[in-house]
């Protein structure tokens, strides 16, 4: 009986043991090192518990801050065509993680909270730190200045579309989002690293103008403008044949000259909003 005494308590001492690390530490299980998010939802009137984050769309929203922050990397290695396709690269992830999202039933608050600090650095850090790597960096104040317009516009227009997403027309974004404004700096610095301006090749008066561009696309985002948001579009639904025409020749035409023709159509779509705006006015006034 002793003996079988002994042989329990040199078990209980092994299993005791086999728990404790080396130094006699207990090692803190992982799920007291992170909280399990919880979120409240609305059904039918009820407030219900979640845990848990939606995988799928969050993984592309993953991809899209990854890809900001490489364009960072890129910039700070002189690396400035790769920075600028890292950031259409975000431009295309961000637009597939809320339609999936949409599609798929999988959207949270979570998920939308992580999608707006991701555009914050893909869309707002990332092109202005990309730009001021490229053109500003050789202006003194006034480079990092316009630099830190453009971010701190990125910020208060992400801000207001938060507060206001469940209140603004789905068909209209109020001033020019983020990404376009991104594309708008990421083309730029695209187009001219293809015409070899880079490093001493870069005019003095050309990046005084860039450092213009920067502040005005900043300011554009802040702005009461009205742009098209194309999240009317129906791509579940049945179009005419001829859709699927333009539809082609568009990417042909783009793939002609890449980074001129996207500066030359975000260009455009910049100016649509202070001309939209203007044709409302003039349309009031008439009638």
Known sequence: MATNDDGSRQAADSGATEKEPAGGAVAPRLDLLVDEHEEEVSVNGQTVRHQGIYLLPNLFTTAALF????????????????????????????????????????????????????????????????????????????GWSTAFIYVACAALRLARFNTQIDSADKNYFTGLASPAAAAILASAVWVCHDLGLVGTALPRELSFLIGLLTAVVGFLMIANFPYYSFKGIDFRGRVPFVVMIAVVLVFGLITLDPPSILLVAFLVYASSGPIMLVAKRRKRHKT
């Open 67 to 142: 890809a900001g922050f490489y364009a960072i990397i890129a910039a700070m290695r002189g690396d400035f065509e790769n920075a600028a396709v890292a950031i259409f690269f975000a431009m295309v992830l961000d637009g597939l993680d809320g339609r999936i999202a949409r599609l798929t039933n999988t959207s949270s608050k979570f998920g939308e909270e992580f999608d707006s600090l991701s555009d914050m650095v893909s869309f707002g850090v990332a092109p202005a730190l990309v730009v001021f790597s490229w053109a500003l960096g050789d202006l003194g104040k006034f």
